[in-house]
């Protein structure tokens, strides 16, 4: 990023939109823990999990891991502990 | 195992530095019917729960802890910039000779946090009763704060987590339905 704000300003936009799909996603799950035949809510399940999938690589590719132990891919250095964690943004 | 992923939630944005808020937004850090309360009663029922309601344990325990960390940024963003001396006005002096800026796992009056504030009965519908009150217990906290809390922005994310206490009561509600329904199942075959 070259202008500091500019970036700011599109990690915060990034982050929302997975912070929308990701939240569909966790009152779906609880939902269908109680509802498992709800077949329409499955495959809405599955859409945003791919949807999840490629916002989380696209954010990943600009701002660093989000998620440890391999689920995310590192770069050179090894980028997952630095700055900002979430309190700090 | 558990995954940790550097994101909040949902967005917990503060107007201004407010260590009076953070005062009473410590009752769902460290309090009974609070984030952390939530979440160690829940993964720890589940292991003697019956198995058509685990994966709901699992998820709502495993959501709190999604909380107590949204809970945990609030507090912090409402005091990381106060002087002792605003801390003291604010109530939180004797919170400050204790651990400075440091959050602390205790109650709005600052009773620490305690295993006592849960149960685990092994009786399924004794424990998923308990969870529904403390949902509705957590909910009425959240209003209760809200009355109190002109911060337009932190209200926002405060209501976001009240409905999650909602949704969640409701998915208890249903577990409990669906073990008597299955209970009812086996007297009749």
């Not at chain 2, 605003?86 to 400050?96: C, D, I, S, T």
Request: net charge negative.
């Amino acid at each position: 990023m070259n202008n500091p704000s500019e970036g700011a300003t599109q990690r915060y936009e990034l982050m929302e939109k997975i912070q929308m799909v990701d939240f569909a996603l966790v009152e779906l799950t609880l939902y269908l823990d109680t509802h498992p035949n709800d077949s329409q809510a499955i495959q809405q399940f599955n859409e945003l999990a791919v949807q999840s999938r490629d916002l989380k690589a696209n954010y990943e590719k600009h701002f660093g891991p989000l998620r440890q132990y391999g689920a995310s891919f590192s770069g050179y250095p090894w980028n997952w502990k630095d700055s900002p964690w979430p309190w700090q943004l | 195992m558990w995954y940790y992923e550097k994101k909040l939630q949902y967005p917990v944005k503060v107007t201004e530095c407010n260590p009076r808020l953070a005062k009473y937004l410590i009752e769902q850090y460290g309090g009974a019917d609070g984030e952390l309360s939530a979440a160690l009663r829940y993964l720890n029922q589940r292991y003697s729960i019956p198995d058509k309601v685990i994966g709901l344990l699992t998820d709502i325990g495993t959501e709190e802890f999604a909380h107590l960390e949204m809970i945990a940024t609030m507090i912090y963003k409402l005091t990381k910039d106060a002087t002792p001396e605003q801390m003291k006005e604010a109530g939180l002096g004797a919170h400050y000779a204790n651990h400075d800026h440091a959050l602390y796992y205790n109650n709005a009056a600052g009773s620490p946090w305690t295993a006592t504030y849960i149960q685990a009965k092994g009786d399924p519908i004794a424990d998923l009763y308990e969870d529904i009150a403390a949902e509705e217990k957590a909910r009425a906290t959240y209003q209760w704060i809200i009355n109190m809390s002109d911060d337009p922005c932190l209200n926002d994310s405060l209501k976001f987590l009240r409905e999650r206490e909602v949704v969640h009561s409701q998915r208890f509600r249903e577990a409990v339905e669906i073990l008597k329904f299955e209970k009812d199942r086996k007297q009749f075959f």
